[in-house]
């Protein structure tokens, strides 16, 4: 197997056993970037000088490796411009503290990748750049909005990758790319460098190869930072610890399957079949029921999600790019895109408009997002992990969201209730379909803080089926 093709922990063993060089590494990822990077557009820049710098990184955790990073994330020396013509030209004067800890523990970027500008959207079509495609099928689309972070791992031209998401965008697109995408709790990881979308909502996590380079980097993100305040002072584990303790005792509840939309789907008969698996590996599995209402032991419908979601996130939204005036740094507001336009209006509307002559519609969303929580806090007293689909289906093809304006939210409706609580999840391929090479995925849902559990039961699942391309060739 070519170097590129290697997985993170797999790299960092064999560089400690002196059976491959880090120079070897780089050579095989920079041929296949200049093969593939041109046709699936997936790096905006990439850092000429990345291997020179693997000489002071070698001797650490993380080797001297590639990681490809999300072009939200700022990073001195590289451009950062959010897939945003308004910020064609902007180069970062400091560093966000995701990539100053990976760099500071061995880390090298390589290269900045394509998103849906701003990160609006779950299919990278909305880059003022142009769409990135799957490597998986060039005629489909990779999901966003960290798509071209997932298409880095997936056509293996960087070792790992950093996304973001706010409300799907690491777990989609792994789900389509055929990856792992990790989704933190809210604040567990920093955001302070991250161009700001949803500032409630917005999680850096890793998109990678396997589930144990996903612990790998979290142990590196993860934790208190003083220039964000939002993160938790609660200490990071070793997030490696506990991947092979299986799931024997443990109770892991079924959700949304039982929706008209998804019954019967492929995406649903994926996840009834990861149920019955885990009940092999000595699980207990229910069933959790969909409810409108907030009940006991039953999930609180994900469809009354979207709308909580697009109104959160559009008010958000409209306060965050407002600082885009073309004074203080970027382009004028006449470069904003379509979509952005879009999401300013709708979240000043939603700022500025009433339910009622007591409250503002962006009162009321929350009133409803607080419904999530303490359903997802109840859930999480009797389970120690939820599963569902990642997303309704597979990748869609390009163009799917032509004329969509609703396109992100309808895709990412399965994990916005667990984004909206701030929950923590994870995205493990468990399907396939050989006509068209593409991936279904698994999303695995936690309590606030128990990443090291769903990392332990997205290991064991991971371990027990045959569905990572990467493990195959280990």
Known sequence: MKLN??????AIDLIDKKEISLKDVYKDINEKIEKDNKKLNIYLSLDKDAEKKTKEQKSKPLRGLP??????????GLPTTASAKILEDFMPPYESTVTKRLKEAGGVVI??????????GSSTETSDFGPTKNPRNPDYLPGGSSGGSAAAIADDMTITAIGSETAGSVRQPAAWCGVVGLKPTYGRTSRYGVVA????LDSPGPLTKTVEDSAILLNVIAGRDENDATTSPLPVPDYTKNLNNGVKGMKIGICYIDNPKIKGTEASSSVEKAGKLFESLGAKVDMVLTSHHLE????LNHEHAISVYT?????EVSSNLSRYDGVRYGKNRSFFGHEAKNRIMLGVFGLSSSVSQEELVYEYAQKVRSLYITNFKELFSHYDVLISPTSPSYALPLGATSGDAMFGELQDMLVEPSSLAGNCGISVPCGYDLKTNLYLGLNIMGNYFEEGKVLQVASAYEEATAWNSWLKKI
């Open 311 to 315: 109104i959160v996130q559009r008010a």
């Open 5 to 10: 093709e290697l997985t993170l922990k797999k």
């Open 67 to 76: 990681i490809a990073i999300k072009d939200n994330f700022l990073t001195v």
């Open 197 to 200: 979308m949803g500032s409630s």
């Open 296 to 299: 006991k032991g039953k999930v």
């Open 111 to 120: 290269g900045k990748t394509n998103l849906d500008a701003w990160a609006h």
